[in-house]
């Protein structure tokens, strides 16, 4: 016998090494009492139908579900009869075994058995092993592979040492089938439970499920809401053991109390009865019970005193098993059973009215002249009960409902169907085109979105911006981020937005804006494609064609043609060959498409995305949205993202404005360029019957903007930062003026402030994951993220945890060096992108300097929207201002940020500033840097008298560009007198020559200094 285990050692050794990757797991095979059959082979993650997977059964199924497969083979020099073995998984849990039949397996013969016949399922996410045990119950052969290890398409094969390695598939043609068995359950005690020992009522939690399995895994829709979801299935499960029934009413269930979910309380009337049995799911409580780290189930009475835990460790719940109580007080597993009986709770919410009228002007984007001059809004739970005119009689009831008379026009919210959320913290990229003049556009910049990618300083100042943000190890901020990026939205009046990362939603979905990809209105059917290759050849165009013929696709949203040459153009065409161009398609860019191409997306009514902005300074042209609007496509208006966009629609708005009076004498009317933030956004989304307009029955998304403008539709196109009085999403007010924001919400508030003018954010909640991070925390967190300073680094950095500071310093070499600059670290120290636009002098600049930009139309005239008379600064709503506004503004301001509704302070507020002051709530443009010639900005770009600086600098900053702002108490000094009027003169000189901004001329020597590198396409 030994010397067929040796010579089984010598077959496994043959093994070709050109077919093996890196040694994962390991194997064995029994030492006492081998009977010549081994497991040879194992696959783990078969590719699915969508990226080009085998059957390898044959069984007209491509999935895990069907293709996994453990392969046996007869290295002996025998036949061996397989009756009453069995196949199994791990031997305390998982999968039931499967016991093989009359089964004789010949020598040198290979027999394959899948998951279709065995029911085993091998598990990635935790690591699994494949087992063969021999009719007497002895395990003849095992493989055991780790977690999150197994490559698509690959097998584990045995190798030497007793390790596995990864290979080609290779199943043998001969297949097996085995009798599937039960599925026995390791009730071996873990984690804890408990209850109060001294003043327990009598109910308890007796069951929990923490894991729960997806359709394509044969979940169950246990709550019956038509889902079947972890974000519906998980759930609490209460029994009464006591002896009497008990009103449990107002109590809480909660997770981990120092974090987790929000707790959530129990709905009125709630009694249980003697012996019942409650569930409450997840779809209901919000809780998200954790798998990867510890966490717990709290069950409070009415007084705060917790009655029952369960807790349970990291990693140990399996799929559909919930948690049981063992009579030890520890916990066991066995398959879910929910009681019949589903409690509801509801989360601790937010303090905002439910039921209130919003009064002022509304244009209700259901036609043109369809504007009621002085109306009412009647809204009730996030939905408009009713719309009437001043005079009219109200539809409904009004008694006893709180009005909020706005003196301002209500829109409804505007819908951004493009954009990269996870980007927006980060400036615009002051950028020069690397490419030599004859790759270059006509205007001088990139022909197509695979160009600019390259461009040597696109990691240093897009890529690790990004990632080191996001990343666990290093910043942590991606909930901070995604928050912050939501609040230059709704700063802009949008409601939704499209294009945000589908990880860690909890701790911001449905705080401020909309997702478009996530749940809404009681749809999940939008699908996104940034970077999916739809026009590979390769691309499976039938996942979204079947998802169009299921009824069940909304909308797909692609990023298609985005440049200006034909390899761009031609990108359309293959798609519409592939069937790809429907009702349902959403073409994001389309910049170089030409009439026919449209007329053929009209004839699908399919969608477009409209991002000039973008366009402009990427490719120095945009997409002609003349042929577009005369072939009846659907054109809608999205900034695309903070690196080459505006910070929302409000802002591109006036982008498109601009190039409408400019390069296409006015083709679209001021209607129907709001209806490109509004109702256009909406249809093209299929999302028409919910918002987008003003109307009866609809959700309440909408915007209030001071009126200036007796054109309702210029007020809007006009309209800038301050100008925004009240955002509004699903009738809850999230941002806006800090009177009308103390009037609906109370003191739960904070302060956002801009130069001179200052508005109110709930960003906080107490029903979301992390939803109490305050915004002051989240601003100064992206801010000090931003800078990369050292000290930073290595106080917050787990990369770099333990590591000396020269350990530190070489590492951040290694990791953020480029290609013909290696072992030098480019990490830069940018400034967080601005909340508004107004004031954001770098933002102007950026785009003055651009050349591709300027090719076509003189973007300086951008500047001209944002150069408004002082009055329209003043805002009654503003606390930091004496024009009246709300007698409640004294008790305004959230208590998180000890602003306590007082006059906000006033001082300097970047923090990277010599007079930084950490306790001022308004920036009052005192603010003084050292002359270091480097900034505190973008270190990369552009050359100005020998010093490398990009964005504003030191050197091409005057005052003219901030005089209008000063404090009037500086204003008393002679000295600052005098700058006053030189600066006064100085603007007056500017407009004569149409140029807002003088440095922009200044810096026309852009130099690069960075080398070129790989980096993802948007």
């Not at 299935?233 to 979910?261: A, C, F, H, M, P």
């Not at 409690?343 to 002022?360: A, H, M, N, W």
């Not at 519409?576 to 009439?595: A, F, N, R, S």
Request: aromatic share 8%; glycine share 10%; hydrophobic share 30%.
């Amino acid at each position: 016998m030994r010397g067929v285990i040796i010579a089984l050692i010598l077959v496994f050794a043959a093994i070709p090494t050109s077919l093996v990757s890196a040694e994962t797991g390991d194997w064995s095979i029994n030492s006492d009492d081998y009977k010549g059959v081994s497991i040879s082979e194992i696959l783990v993650s078969p590719n699915d139908a969508f990226h080009n997977g085998t059957d390898w059964n044959g069984d007209g199924e491509i999935s895990s579900e069907s293709d996994q497969y453990i392969q046996l083979s007869n290295d002996g020099d025998q036949d061996v009869d397989l009756s009453n073995w069995s196949l199994d998984d791990i031997t305390d849990g998982g999968s039931g075994s499967c016991v093989i039949g009359d089964l004789t397996i010949l020598s040198g013969q290979s027999i394959t058995f899948y998951r279709a016949d065995t029911n085993i399922k091998l598990d990635f996410f935790d690591g699994d092993s494949a087992v063969l045990i021999d009719s007497d119950g002895e395990i003849q052969s095992r493989f055991n592979y780790p977690a999150n290890d197994s490559d698509y398409g690959k097998v584990y094969v045995a190798a030497n040492g007793g390790t596995l390695e990864k290979a080609d598939p290779n199943p043998s043609s001969t297949n097996a089938t085995c009798i599937p068995g039960e599925i026995t359950h390791n009730s071996d005690g873990v984690g804890e439970w408990s209850i109060i020992q001294n003043g327990y009522l009598g109910v308890m939690i007796s069951e929990i499920l923490v894991s729960s399995s997806s359709p394509e895994y044969d979940g169950q829709d246990l709550d019956g809401d038509g889902y079947v979801d972890m974000n519906s299935e998980q759930y609490i499960q209460l029994t009464n053991d006591g002896e009497s029934d008990v009103d449990i009413s107002n109590w809480t269930l909660d997770d981990d109390e120092n974090g987790g979910s929000p707790p959530c309380q129990i709905g009125y009337d709630t009694t249980i009865s003697v012996g019942e049995s409650i569930t409450f799911y997840r779809s209901k409580t919000q809780i998200e019970f954790d798998y990867h780290d510890p966490d717990a189930a709290i069950l409070k009475d009415t007084n705060g005193v917790v009655q029952s835990m369960i807790e349970y460790p990291a990693k140990d719940s399996i799929w559909d098993l919930a948690y049981i109580l063992n009579e030890d007080g520890t916990l066991g597993k066995d398959d879910a059973n929910p009681a019949s009986r589903h409690g509801t709770c509801f989360r601790q919410g937010d303090v905002s009215e439910s039921k209130y009228i919003l009064q002022g002007r509304i244009v209700t984007m259901t036609g043109e002249n369809e504007v009621i001059e002085n109306g009412n809004i009647m809204i009730d739970n996030g939905i408009i009960l009713a719309v009437w005119a001043d005079g009219e009689v109200p539809p409904i009831s009004i008694d006893g409902i709180t009005i909020h008379d706005t003196d301002a026009t209500i829109y409804p919210g505007l819908i951004d169907l493009h954009n990269h959320m996870h980007y927006n913290h980060i400036p615009l990229w002051d950028f020069n085109v690397h490419l030599n003049e004859n790759q270059r556009s006509e205007e001088g910049g990139y022909t197509n979105r695979y160009q600019w990618g390259n461009n040597y300083d696109y990691k240093p100042s897009i890529t690790w911006m990004k990632n080191n943000v996001q990343d666990y190890d290093r910043w942590d901020m991606a909930s901070e981020q995604m928050k912050y990026a939501e609040v230059q939205a709704v700063a802009g009046g949008v409601t939704a937005v499209q294009g945000s990362p589908s990880s860690g939603t909890a701790a911001w979905d449905s705080m401020l804006s909309r997702n478009v990809e996530m749940y809404n209105f009681g749809q999940d059917g939008m699908y996104t494609c940034a970077v999916c290759g739809p026009t590979d050849s390769d691309y499976n165009a039938n996942y979204i064609i079947d998802k169009n013929a299921s009824g069940t696709l909304n909308a797909w949203f692609v990023h298609l043609s985005e440049g200006v040459d034909q390899s761009s153009k031609d990108e359309f065409d293959t798609l519409y060959d592939k069937g790809l161009i429907m009702d349902e398609t959403v073409v994001i860019h389309g910049t170089p498409l030409d009439q026919s191409q449209f007329e053929k997306m009209g004839q699908k009514g399919a969608g477009l995305v409209w991002s000039p902005i973008s366009n402009l300074l990427l490719y120095g042209d945009t997409t002609d949205v003349v042929a577009a609007d005369n072939a009846g496509v659907t054109i809608s208006l999205a900034p695309d993202w903070g690196p080459s966009g505006s910070k929302n629609n409000l802002h591109e708005l006036k982008v498109a404005d601009m190039w409408n009076q400019e390069s296409l004498n006015g083709h679209f009317s001021d209607y129907e360029l709001v209806e490109m933030v509004t109702s256009n956004g909406a249809e093209n989304a299929n999302w028409q019957s919910f918002v987008g307009q003003i109307d009866a029955n609809m959700y309440a998304d909408l915007v209030v903007v001071d009126s200036f403008h007796e054109d309702p539709y210029r007020n809007l196109i006009e309209a800038i930062d301050p100008d925004i009085r009240l955002t509004i999403v699903h009738g809850k007010a999230v941002f806006g003026d800090i009177d009308i924001m103390t009037d609906m919400k109370g003191d739960d508030w904070e302060y956002v402030n801009g130069l001179g003018f200052s508005k109110a954010v709930d960003v906080t909640s107490s029903s979301e994951v992390d939803g109490m991070q305050t915004w002051g925390e989240i601003e100064s967190g992206l801010a000090m993220a931003m800078q990369n300073e050292f000290d930073d680094i290595k106080a917050n950095w787990n990369d770099v945890g333990g590591m000396s500071d020269s350990e530190i310093e070489d590492w951040l070499a290694t990791n953020f060096d480029l290609p013909n600059d290696q072992n030098v670290n480019h990490l830069k120290n940018l400034t967080l992108d601005p909340i508004f636009t107004i004031h954001d002098e770098r933002y102007f600049d950026v785009i003055n300097r651009s050349t591709q930009a300027n090719y076509h139309i003189d973007m300086s005239k951008l500047y001209d929207y944002y150069d408004v008379e002082q009055e329209r600064m003043t805002d009654p709503g503003n606390s930091n201002n004496n024009n009246g506004g709300n007698s409640n503004n004294n008790n305004g301001g959230n208590s998180n940020n000890n602003n306590g509704g007082s006059d906000p302070v006033e001082g300097c507020m970047d923090s990277t500033a010599l007079n930084y002051n950490s306790q001022a709530d308004v920036d009052d443009g005192s603010c003084t840097f050292e002359d270091d010639n480097g900034g505190t900005d973008n270190t990369g770009g552009g050359s100005n008298g020998g010093g490398i600086c990009t964005g504003i600098c030191d050197d091409d900053t005057n005052d003219d560009a901030k005089s209008e702002e000063r404090d009037p108490i500086m204003i008393l000094s002679i000295v600052m007198g005098l700058i006053f009027v030189l600066a006064i003169s100085a603007i007056f000189i500017s407009r004569e020559n149409k140029n807002m901004n003088d440095h922009s001329k200044q810096n026309d020597s852009f130099v690069p200094e960075m080398p070129p590198l790989e980096p993802p396409k948007i």
